[in-house]
């Protein structure tokens, strides 16, 4: 149990150095990434494909990386957008790491590009530990999947500095509880702002491409008491202060750096 944690952490922490560099040459290069989290078929790829033919039709250079474990099928889709789109084959991986997204970054990536989509893998377990370099994390559920996603998984919506609701024109089909997926946001992470889409009638499509523009624009971004909590635990540990904790489980983390963004991510709870 010890040797799987220590190497989940040194996985980790590779990561995080990885995910600062790519954040540096984002950056330099003055292009916001927005990481998008979902279970599979929640109609993430639809939206996309929306906000990226939304954004290019607005003038805003936009692009995106989109990861599965096989197929090329969402690039394809995405494409349809008219935005640049690469696709990344995980090759059984469950979840994007930061060095993968810069590899497939560098020599692509065009110049001017304000917005970078990425399309994570379909899981909310395994992609919520990764820092991607990210400066918006978002985390999708639709109606169809039920009202208990954010308490099932904690930590992808913990972490998330937007939750946002997607297939509404669904909702009274499927009988979703609105009030109940809000009270299990609100669990979980209070003052998150959640808005709600549908990329069949275009709901909320608009909304959702201002808010990544005015994060883009410097705006600052909801801050997760997940976030906070975990920063302050990590904090401590980093500076010889307190004990690891006894189950050797590793712990949520979104650091806070100098420049304002959250760095969500896992990390343990001793290095």
Same mark, same amino acid.
């Given at each position: 149990?010890?040797?799987? #944690?220590?190497?989940?952490?040194?996985?980790?922490?590779?990561?995080?150095?990885?995910?600062?560099?790519?954040?540096?040459?984002?950056?330099?290069?003055?292009?916001? /990434?927005?990481?998008?989290l979902?279970?599979?078929?929640?109609g993430?790829? +639809?939206?996309?494909?929306?906000?990226?033919?939304?954004?290019?039709? @607005?003038?805003?250079?936009? +692009?995106?990386?989109?990861?599965d474990l096989?197929?090329?099928?969402?690039?394809t889709?995405l494409?349809?957008?008219?935005?640049?789109?690469?696709?990344?084959?995980?090759d059984?991986?469950?979840?994007?790491?930061?060095?993968?997204?810069?590899?497939?970054?560098?020599g692509?990536?065009?110049?001017?590009?304000?917005?970078?989509? *990425?399309e994570n893998?379909?899981?909310? #377990?395994? =992609? $919520?530990?990764?820092?991607?370099?990210?400066?918006?994390?978002?985390?999708?559920?639709?109606?169809?999947?039920?009202?208990?996603? =954010?308490?099932?998984?904690?930590?992808?919506?913990?972490?998330?500095?937007?939750?946002?609701? !997607?297939k509404?024109?669904?909702?009274?089909? #499927?009988?979703?509880?609105?009030?109940?997926?809000?009270?299990g *946001?609100?669990?979980?992470?209070?003052? *998150?702002?959640?808005?709600? !889409?549908?990329?069949?009638? @275009?709901?909320?499509?608009?909304a959702?491409?201002?808010?990544?523009?005015?994060? $883009?624009a410097?705006e600052? !971004?909801?801050?997760?008491?997940? $976030?906070?909590?975990?920063?302050?635990?990590?904090?401590?540990?980093?500076n010889?202060?307190?004990?690891?904790? /006894?189950?050797?489980?590793?712990?949520?983390?979104?650091?806070?750096?100098?420049?304002?963004? *959250?760095?969500?991510?896992?990390?343990? =709870?001793?290095?």
């Amino acid at each position: 149990m010890c040797r799987t #944690v220590d190497l989940h952490q040194a996985v980790l922490a590779r990561n995080d150095e990885n995910a600062l560099a790519l954040r540096s040459y984002l950056g330099d290069r003055g292009t916001v /990434a927005v990481n998008l989290l979902s279970s599979p078929g929640s109609g993430k790829t +639809a939206l996309l494909e929306q906000l990226l033919a939304r954004a290019v039709a @607005g003038g805003t250079p936009a +692009a995106a990386v989109t990861a599965d474990l096989a197929t090329e099928n969402d690039a394809t889709r995405l494409a349809r957008s008219g935005a640049p789109v690469q696709q990344i084959l995980t090759d059984g991986l469950c979840h994007l790491e930061a060095g993968m997204l810069q590899r497939r970054l560098e020599g692509w990536l065009p110049e001017g590009t304000r917005l970078l989509f *990425v399309e994570n893998v379909g899981n909310l #377990v395994c =992609p $919520a530990s990764y820092d991607l370099g990210e400066t918006l994390r978002i985390a999708l559920a639709s109606v169809t999947e039920g009202e208990d996603k =954010p308490v099932k998984y904690p930590t992808a919506f913990g972490l998330a500095q937007l939750v946002v609701i !997607t297939k509404t024109d669904l909702a009274d089909a #499927v009988g979703f509880d609105r009030d109940a997926f809000l009270a299990g *946001v609100r669990q979980v992470n209070p003052g *998150v702002p959640v808005l709600e !889409t549908s990329a069949r009638t @275009g709901q909320g499509v608009d909304a959702l491409l201002a808010h990544v523009l005015r994060c $883009a624009a410097g705006e600052e !971004t909801h801050v997760p008491v997940l $976030a906070r909590q975990h920063e302050r635990h990590t904090h401590r540990h980093e500076n010889g202060h307190g004990h690891p904790a /006894a189950d050797g489980h590793t712990h949520a983390d979104g650091r806070t750096h100098a420049d304002g963004h *959250v760095r969500p991510g896992v990390r343990g =709870p001793a290095r």
